[in-house]
């Protein structure tokens, strides 16, 4: 920290800027310059005299160029504002400034909002700031917004450049006024959810305004407001990644939760006429659940202050959570209500497309037992595979282990495990190839090629999305048959009975009785759902699949869903990061994407399409 602004100090931030350099240095009484690279804004706050207002001072940090001084300061603020302006304005063209501060407690506004403007220049930029403010949504909060004169800004005692200098070097001078709604007036307690909401909103707000003025008055035209963010992300958030992905390293969720003695239960339940539900046995908790949940809550997210990845690392930490919970409640009802909870449930939307499936699908596209491939044969095929996608990323490390504790074909931490007895249909065998392979793996490496951890280790809720682009690419190469749609249908039925309280072995007769599933499929089906104490995760299959065909029905494109295991309404996030150069071009495409013969279902795909016109 510097004990007060000089001419020296003025001089090495304007030239290290002028160099194409980041600034971020201390300024007096715990003051702070963070600039990102040079941009041609800056936003700017300064706590009253005697009375810090660091709640306020954060909704700059959310920002790529700010300043936070104290008003006290303002007489050595001044030319370090005027240098960077003018350097800038004569980098870019023009130059716009954003004074951001906090309504006084006497003071008789009521607007949540007051934007400082000049009267008669630039009214497009004032509009611009006044609609994106207008266009915040908050809970039971009504957001109203007022104008007024920045005249105030240009004069003593708060003035940082003179009106003419503005206009000689074509700086705009805006203020924006927060009513601090996220305070209480009596006690001067935070409220800081919705201090944290309310800061990203009026960071992005600032961001479009920005975009909005840059576009038409300056040489700088960003591809996106986004673009206009901080790029450069500080150590903090690379710790905070590596702790969380730390923990969800620590134990494999699916595996914990998957019977370890299927073959010998299913023999149980044929025994006994399938009228007595078996007995599972689980892997061997290899995690204290406590412990890991301390260590969890041990990490400091709240030093963050870029809001987005505020805002995935919150929700990875939420899931994660629910996550040691179902495995503290493995085999316990309480494990459902996680479940419900992180994987959601069965809305009548997607049960009635579900039993629509399995009344209109015919129950066999095959009129003789199909042939099953050779475990061995898959082995190389899917082997085979994962050699295509390793000549596209050298960094691909992966391979398939044949296991006797798994039960058909599991991807985990970016390795193919599969069954000793998985029975897989040869026709079917290139379709899970590209589930498996061309979506799980696929996915999870361009996820590792990613700086940000999780983007491989899986934001919070990304199986639907997993799931729905695995089942699609099925699909796309010809292997998704009848039999497997009504599976999937199945799944949905099996976890809404699960969800209203029904016992595995009146699951299991459901759907032999009623939708005619053979005993094997019926059983696999059913212990899926019921395994842990009831997993709901197997009805995001169809659910995915369903959402994925409404987004491209919208006329987005596929490609983008494939940079890590994100859920769909992670893309706009995924794409700001893309815009703010956090995140790097997705390296891994699959074969489908790659095919030409492939493309006109792509393009069917486009046009839009429902489940039912899959088969």
Same mark, same amino acid.
């Given at each position: 920290?510097?004990?007060?602004?000089?001419?020296?100090?003025?001089?090495?931030?304007?030239?290290?800027?002028?160099?194409?350099?980041?600034?971020?240095?201390?300024?007096?009484?715990?003051?702070?310059?963070?600039?990102?690279?040079?941009?041609?804004?800056?936003?700017?706050?300064?706590?009253?005299?005697?009375?810090?207002?660091?709640?306020?001072?954060?909704?700059?940090?959310?920002?790529?160029?700010?300043?936070?001084?104290?008003?006290?300061?303002?007489?050595?603020?001044?030319?370090?504002?005027?240098?960077?302006?003018?350097?800038?304005?004569?980098?870019?063209?023009?130059?716009?400034?954003?004074?951001?501060?906090?309504?006084?407690?006497?003071?008789?506004?009521?607007?949540?909002?007051?934007?400082?403007?000049?009267?008669?220049?630039?009214?497009?930029?004032?509009?611009?700031?006044?609609?994106?403010?207008?266009?915040?949504?908050?809970?039971?909060?009504?957001?109203?917004?007022?104008?007024?004169?920045?005249?105030?800004?240009?004069?003593?005692?708060?003035?940082?450049?003179?009106?003419?200098?503005?206009?000689?070097?074509?700086?705009?001078?805006?203020?924006?006024?927060?009513?601090?709604?996220?305070?209480?007036?009596?006690?001067?307690?935070?409220?800081?959810?919705?201090?944290?909401?309310?800061?990203?909103?009026?960071?992005?707000?600032?961001?479009?305004?920005?975009?909005?003025?840059?576009?038409?008055?300056?040489?700088?035209?960003?591809?996106?407001?986004?673009?206009?963010?901080?790029?450069?992300?500080?150590?903090?958030?690379?710790?905070?990644?590596?702790?969380?992905?730390?923990?969800?390293?620590?134990?494999?969720?699916?595996?914990?939760?998957?019977?370890?003695?299927?073959?010998?239960?299913?023999?149980?339940?044929?025994?006994?006429?399938?009228?007595?539900?078996?007995?599972?046995?689980?892997?061997?908790?290899?995690?204290?659940?406590?412990?890991?949940?301390?260590?969890?809550?041990?990490?400091?997210?709240?030093?963050?202050?870029?809001?987005?990845?505020?805002?995935?690392?919150?929700?990875?930490?939420?899931?994660?959570?629910?996550?040691?919970?179902?495995?503290?409640?493995?085999?316990?009802?309480?494990?459902?209500?996680?479940?419900?909870?992180?994987?959601?449930?069965?809305?009548?939307?997607?049960?009635?497309?579900?039993?629509?499936?399995?009344?209109?699908?015919?129950?066999?596209?095959?009129?003789?037992?199909?042939?099953?491939?050779?475990?061995?044969?898959?082995?190389?095929?899917?082997?085979?595979?994962?050699?295509?996608?390793?000549?596209?990323?050298?960094?691909?490390?992966?391979?398939?282990?044949?296991?006797?504790?798994?039960?058909?074909?599991?991807?985990?931490?970016?390795?193919?495990?599969?069954?000793?007895?998985?029975?897989?249909?040869?026709?079917?065998?290139?379709?899970?190839?590209?589930?498996?392979?061309?979506?799980?793996?696929?996915?999870?490496?361009?996820?590792?090629?990613?700086?940000?951890?999780?983007?491989?280790?899986?934001?919070?809720?990304?199986?639907?999305?997993?799931? $729905? +682009?695995?089942? *699609?690419?099925?699909? &796309?190469?010809? !292997?998704?048959?009848?039999?497997?749609?009504? /599976?999937?249908?199945? @799944?949905?039925?099996?976890?809404?009975?699960?969800?209203?309280?029904?016992?595995?072995?009146?699951?299991?007769?459901?759907?032999?009785?009623?939708?005619?599933?053979?005993?094997?499929?019926?059983?696999?089906?059913?212990?899926?759902?019921?395994?842990?104490?009831?997993?709901?995760?197997?009805?995001?299959?169809?659910? $995915? +699949?369903?959402? *994925?065909?409404?987004? &491209?029905?919208? !006329?987005?494109?596929?490609?983008?869903?494939? /940079?890590?295991?994100? @859920?769909?309404?992670?893309?706009?996030?995924?794409?700001?990061?893309?815009?703010?150069?956090?995140?790097?071009?997705?390296?891994?495409?699959?074969?489908?994407?790659?095919?030409?013969?492939?493309?006109?279902?792509?393009?069917?795909?486009?046009?839009?399409?429902?489940?039912?016109?899959?088969?």
């Amino acid at each position: 920290m510097i004990e007060s602004i000089t001419d020296s100090f003025i001089r090495k931030i304007t030239r290290s800027l002028q160099r194409g350099k980041q600034v971020h240095r201390r300024l007096p009484q715990g003051g702070l310059i963070y600039i990102d690279r040079p941009l041609p804004f800056l936003v700017i706050f300064r706590h009253p005299e005697g009375q810090p207002d660091h709640p306020t001072a954060d909704f700059l940090k959310a920002n790529a160029a700010y300043i936070i001084s104290h008003q006290e300061r303002t007489e050595e603020l001044r030319p370090l504002v005027q240098s960077i302006a003018n350097a800038m304005a004569d980098q870019f063209g023009a130059f716009m400034i954003i004074e951001v501060m906090a309504a006084l407690p006497s003071t008789t506004d009521t607007d949540l909002f007051k934007v400082l403007g000049p009267e008669h220049q630039l009214p497009t930029t004032t509009e611009t700031i006044v609609q994106e403010l207008q266009n915040i949504k908050l809970s039971g909060i009504h957001t109203s917004v007022s104008t007024a004169t920045n005249k105030p800004l240009l004069q003593e005692p708060l003035c940082l450049i003179p009106e003419e200098d503005l206009k000689k070097h074509s700086i705009l001078m805006l203020g924006l006024q927060l009513r601090p709604i996220y305070k209480n007036d009596s006690t001067g307690k935070i409220y800081p959810l919705l201090l944290r909401t309310l800061r990203e909103k009026v960071a992005n707000a600032i961001k479009k305004t920005v975009f909005d003025f840059v576009n038409v008055q300056t040489t700088h035209h960003p591809v996106h407001f986004q673009a206009l963010g901080r790029q450069a992300v500080n150590r903090v958030v690379w710790r905070i990644d590596k702790q969380l992905t730390s923990i969800s390293d620590q134990f494999r969720f699916l595996l914990l939760v998957t019977p370890v003695n299927n073959n010998e239960a299913w023999e149980e339940f044929k025994k006994a006429k399938y009228e007595k539900a078996p007995t599972f046995h689980y892997r061997l908790m290899p995690v204290d659940a406590d412990q890991l949940k301390r260590k969890l809550y041990n990490i400091s997210i709240e030093k963050v202050d870029d809001p987005t990845l505020g805002y995935l690392f919150r929700d990875k930490r939420h899931e994660l959570d629910k996550m040691l919970t179902m495995l503290a409640d493995r085999n316990k009802p309480d494990f459902l209500y996680s479940s419900m909870q992180l994987y959601g449930t069965v809305d009548d939307q997607l049960l009635k497309i579900a039993e629509g499936i399995l009344a209109t699908v015919p129950e066999s596209d095959h009129k003789s037992s199909p042939e099953i491939i050779p475990v061995s044969e898959f082995v190389a095929q899917a082997e085979q595979e994962i050699a295509f996608l390793k000549e596209q990323y050298p960094g691909l490390e992966s391979g398939v282990d044949v296991r006797d504790d798994i039960v058909g074909l599991i991807v985990s931490k970016g390795r193919l495990n599969v069954g000793t007895d998985a029975k897989i249909p040869r026709h079917r065998a290139q379709a899970l190839i590209q589930h498996e392979v061309g979506t799980h793996i696929l996915t999870y490496f361009n996820g590792k090629a990613q700086p940000l951890h999780q983007l491989y280790v899986g934001s919070p809720g990304y199986e639907e999305l997993q799931e $729905g +682009l695995a089942v *699609l690419s099925e699909w &796309l190469v010809g !292997g998704l048959d009848h039999t497997r749609m009504r /599976i999937l249908a199945a @799944r949905v039925v099996a976890v809404y009975h699960l969800t209203k309280g029904c016992s595995f072995t009146d699951n299991f007769w459901r759907l032999k009785d009623a939708y005619h599933f053979d005993d094997e499929t019926a059983w696999d089906v059913t212990m899926r759902v019921h395994r842990g104490g009831g997993l709901t995760k197997d009805a995001v299959y169809l659910r $995915g +699949l369903v959402h *994925l065909l409404n987004y &491209l029905k919208e !006329g987005n494109e596929l490609e983008p869903l494939l /940079i890590g295991k994100i @859920r769909q309404d992670y893309i706009p996030i995924v794409q700001e990061l893309i815009y703010r150069k956090v995140l790097r071009p997705v390296p891994i495409k699959p074969r489908y994407l790659l095919d030409s013969s492939i493309q006109p279902k792509l393009e069917q795909l486009k046009s839009g399409i429902s489940v039912f016109n899959l088969l």
